[in-house]
């Protein structure tokens, strides 16, 4: 039988909740808190994700800048931005997205989905979304009703299946935004 420490499951997962919390710090020990990563590495992650301008020419002291509790000094989207730059910066193995960018614009959903597109692409990712948009591009959906699993298969095949859940939620999205999915869905075949 095989065990795994349970320090090391944590540093193998990320979550990017719906609202972050977070702690009293510097910018610095919100993204490494534990000092295992250089400054340059710190920077190099930041303007990947981005928030390089931010840090470096909006707030005073760069990495040093102090975030308030709960980061009551950063909005939303930065607050999901410095969770994802956590989450690359660790090398995750494992990335869990609760309703991420249900509290962001289309601009940063976009940024936010292109990040974990290209920076999580040899890990597990698992989205929990009601955005379609954030989901349609992920190698295998899972249809939940009333707690339930009803379906799980890729989008193109739940989407082939004109009586399934999946089908019926990208319908009611409109007509303009159901098409603009199906060009999704079919374009990362």
């Known amino acids: 039988m095989y ?4 320090e090391d499951v944590r540093n193998r997962i ?3 909740p719906q609202d972050p919390f977070l702690f009293t710090g510097t910018m610095r020990s919100k993204l490494d808190p534990f000092g295992f990563y ?4 710190i920077w190099n992650v930041l303007e990947q994700v ?4 931010f840090v470096k020419d909006r707030i005073s002291h760069g990495l040093h800048s102090l975030v308030n509790e709960n980061g009551s000094n950063l909005s939303m989207e930065q607050k999901q931005l410095v969770c994802l730059a956590n989450s690359i910066l660790k090398k ?7 309703e991420a960018t249900a509290n962001v614009g ?4 976009e ?8 920076k999580f692409k040899e890990c ?3 989205t929990i979304a009601h955005r379609l948009r954030t989901i349609i591009d992920s190698d295998r959906i899972m249809v939940l009703s009333n707690g339930m699993l009803v379906e799980f298969d890729s989008p193109q095949v739940l989407l082939s299946n004109t009586n399934s859940q999946f089908t019926l939620l990208v319908e009611q999205t409109g007509i303009a935004e159901a098409e603009y999915l199906r060009t999704l869905a079919n374009s990362s075949e």
């Open 3 to 6: 065990t795994i420490e349970l």
């Open 14 to 16: 990320s979550i990017i």
């Open 38 to 41: 250089s400054d340059a590495e």
């Open 50 to 53: 981005p928030l390089k301008t």
């Open 92 to 98: 995750s193995k494992i990335l869990i997205i609760d």
């Open 106 to 109: 289309n601009i940063t959903d």
């Open 111 to 118: 940024l936010i989905q292109k990040a974990i597109r290209d």
């Open 124 to 126: 597990t990712v698992l």
